[in-house]
């Protein structure tokens, strides 16, 4: 083709008339043909855009207000899909998460521990932030992530249900109960700075160290008067208080291990002081904690995982770990006491009856250490349901005796941690571990008895040494404190029992134990929260280590009794409220208590949803029977609802041959086979995986515990 005729082709195309873009966007001249001689040198893409014809006519399109609504109610939705979606893990085959939330502490009121507790929650005390790009690193398995998954697949579907609207306690519960569960999702690292105090009393913002002036008074106190806080370990006091002015009077560098050491320490001291002072004392002391606290979490970040075996390392880690249980963080205090139960292996703590007291001066405290070490590990092994790092087969070292510098109520003591947590890491193994679906009906029933006999026994020996007791402080005003830590005896005592007990099947005549036990641990702790009401600070070091270093086990037990039972669950729904009307008052004064409380108050405002609508679904005499039986069908589904999900999650005994198992346990007769009924049924109850079932809803709970950092 001639020049002139692809000219000519050119001046009659239409798209030609204009210069491309990429000319007109460079200003040079275009010589307009397809593609332009620029665009062909360069390699790029020659696009001509056509203006739009001036005359062209331009359609409205009129929205009504009916549209426009429906339109915002599309976007709302897509814009929680974007957010669920953004939130979803990525290796579960699981549609629905949750939006990702942080607690916020409030001020609590005022406490009576007379009146029941009615939990109102309200939206502010639960703010849902934006998702971080950081998570857990099991997130994406284990029991926290089935938990979260079934309570949220629990609370979307009954908010799906339009009968949710006949009653408006279920739906208040259901949202309430949907923010605490997104509170799992948080990455830890981002609330190290929740800790630090906003009070003026104390210098810095929190993460500063407090000025010299400010902790000498503490040294000086502990040097005149030793805290009850690890009375059993006596020279740990003396290492606080040398490590502690080397770190504020000399210049050298103070090594992360002794920071951490100093700070847990300076922590508990603090925590303990301000339990036995009063007034501006009290507060100053329990600001000072906080801000240790926080320093220690700090520098917990900056401590290496290939840190060498030593005894001060071991130590340092083991107060660190018994700290953290007090902040309600418990897979960074297992990972902590699993770190030190190492460094006692690998130096060789477990084997020491082959070393004799006089040939090595560190004998006691090398001793004192790692019994210290195996009853906090066990006990937390019952808790989180682990498996214990340190075996009994692989002990031998003995128990220390009592000597001028330890005294004999302090060994007593550990004697009877140590003699609980042999029980523990037995239960975890026998009764709750993988060998437990292999085992006969009776055999479960008298090895969980077995070990309820010896508690039994260890506390009859208890109560035999009680005479000899004698206060953990050398300060008169810290007997209120010792008092407390040896009425918290029967809590470990009971809620272990609770766990043996729980067991044994559900069908099984002697399961009702189980409950009872249960009942005793929260009546138990009533009675002692009342006698702690003059002074809130004692009650929030008893929290600490006593309550938070027992399993949630009798909580969960009396609830579920509530759910299977809600017509006559009067008596124990007041168990729970009078239990979470305990922790209000340590709230303001310890996240880790904030957290414990929301917590366990939205089950107990599950637990009234449910006994309400239940109540209405059965209905009342002297009212229009028609309506009732509307109601109740109406009510129907939400109860299904929750009966199906809640069973899931382990807090309602699985249902066999279409009867509902009975939480308390109360055995029935058979047709054919006596008590136990038929050889099926007999197979049936064996095979029956409720018992895991329960026990992984029980230990997931502490998945919503769960705000560490790694």
């Avoid at 906080?290 to 083991?318: C, Q, R, Y």
């Avoid at 692989?394 to 005796?401: E, R």
């Avoid at 089950?603 to 005499?621: E, N, S």
């Avoid at 109850?685 to 079932?693: K, S, T, V």
Wanted: aromatic share 6%; with cysteine.
């Amino acid at each position: 083709m001639s020049d002139d005729d692809q000219i000519a082709k050119r001046t009659t195309s239409g798209a030609a008339q204009r210069a491309c873009d990429n000319c007109r966007a460079r200003k040079i001249r275009c010589d307009r043909g397809s593609p332009c001689s620029h665009c062909k040198s360069t390699g790029i893409a020659c696009r001509t855009t056509t203006s739009k014809a001036a005359g062209e006519k331009k359609d409205r399109v009129q929205v009504s207000k009916q549209y426009e609504n429906k339109i915002d109610r599309i976007e709302s939705r897509l814009a929680s899909i974007e957010q669920l979606l953004r939130q979803s893990n990525s290796t579960k085959a699981l549609d629905h998460t949750v939006q990702s939330g942080t607690t916020s502490a409030t001020t609590s009121p005022n406490w009576n521990s007379s009146a029941p507790y009615t939990p109102h929650i309200n939206s502010s005390d639960l703010q849902v932030n934006e998702p971080t790009s950081l998570k857990h690193p099991q997130e994406d398995t284990g029991l926290q992530a089935d938990s979260t998954a079934a309570k949220v697949v629990l609370e979307e579907s009954l908010e799906r249900d339009p009968t949710i609207s006949h009653d408006p306690q279920v739906g208040s519960a259901l949202k309430t109960l949907r923010k605490l569960v997104s509170c799992a999702h948080i990455d830890i690292a981002t609330k190290a700075d929740d800790l630090r105090p906003s009070s003026g009393s104390i210098s810095g913002n929190g993460s500063e160290r407090p000025s010299w002036d400010q902790v000498r008074p503490v040294v000086e106190r502990v040097e005149r008067e030793k805290p009850a806080a690890f009375s059993w370990m006596p020279t740990l006091w003396d290492d606080m208080c040398q490590k502690t002015r080397s770190m504020y009077t000399r210049p050298e560098p103070v090594s992360t291990i002794d920071q951490v050491f100093v700070y847990s320490c300076m922590s508990n001291t603090c925590s303990e002081f301000s339990s036995m002072d009063f007034g501006e004392a009290a507060d100053t002391n329990h600001q000072l904690s906080a801000v240790f606290s926080s320093l220690m979490l700090e520098t917990l970040k900056t401590v290496s995982l290939l840190t060498p075996a030593s005894l001060e390392a071991a130590e340092a880690l083991l107060v660190a770990a018994t700290t953290t249980v007090g902040m309600c963080k418990p897979s960074l205090s297992w990972d902590l006491i699993c770190a030190t139960a190492h460094m006692c292996q690998n130096l060789g703590y477990n084997r020491l009856a082959r070393i004799k007291p006089s040939s090595d001066p560190l004998y006691d405290r090398k001793t004192i250490l790692f019994w210290s070490v195996y009853a906090m590990e066990r006990s937390m092994a019952i808790r989180l349901g682990r498996t214990p790092v340190i075996q009994d087969y692989d002990i031998d070292t003995p128990m220390i005796k009592p000597s001028e510098e330890i005294p004999a109520t302090a060994i007593a003591m550990m004697r009877f941690w140590v003699d609980c947590g042999k029980i523990q890491g037995k239960i975890c193994a026998q009764l709750y571990g993988p060998s437990v679906p292999a085992m006969g009906l009776e055999e479960r029933a008298r090895t969980a008895e077995g070990f309820v006999d010896q508690l039994e026994t260890i506390r009859q020996d208890r109560i035999a040494e009680s005479g000899n007791i004698t206060s953990l402080s050398s300060d008169p005003r810290g007997n209120q404190g010792t008092d407390l830590l040896l009425q918290g005896e029967d809590i470990i005592l009971y809620s272990t029992i609770t766990v043996a007990l729980y067991a044994i099947p559900s069908r099984h005549p002697r399961h009702f134990r189980a409950l009872e036990a249960a009942r005793k641990c929260l009546s138990i702790n009533r009675a002692i929260s009342r006698n702690c009401v003059d002074n809130v600070y004692a009650w929030t070091t008893y929290c600490h280590w006593v309550l938070m270093h027992t399993p949630l086990t009798p909580f969960t037990s009396v609830f579920c009794n509530i759910i299977t039972h809600p017509q006559e669950s009067q008596s124990d729904l007041s168990l729970l409220e009078d239990f979470v009307s305990s922790l209000q008052s340590g709230r303001r004064l310890s996240q880790g208590i904030e957290k414990y409380f929301q917590l366990c108050s939205v089950f107990v405002q599950v637990a009234q949803a449910y006994v309400r609508a239940k109540k209405t679904q059965l209905g009342l005499t002297g009212h229009n029977q028609t309506t009732l039986q509307e109601t109740a069908r109406d009510l129907q589904p939400a109860i299904s609802e929750f009966d199906q999900h809640l069973s899931s999650l382990g807090f309602l005994g699985q249902q066999a041959d279409g009867a509902q198992v009975d939480a308390c346990g109360v055995g029935s007769v058979g047709e054919e086979g006596g008590l136990w009924g038929t050889e099926q049924q007999q197979q049936a109850l064996l095979d029956d995986p409720g018992l895991l079932d329960w026990y992984s809803g029980n230990v997931s709970l502490y998945g919503l515990l769960e705000q560490d950092f790694y």
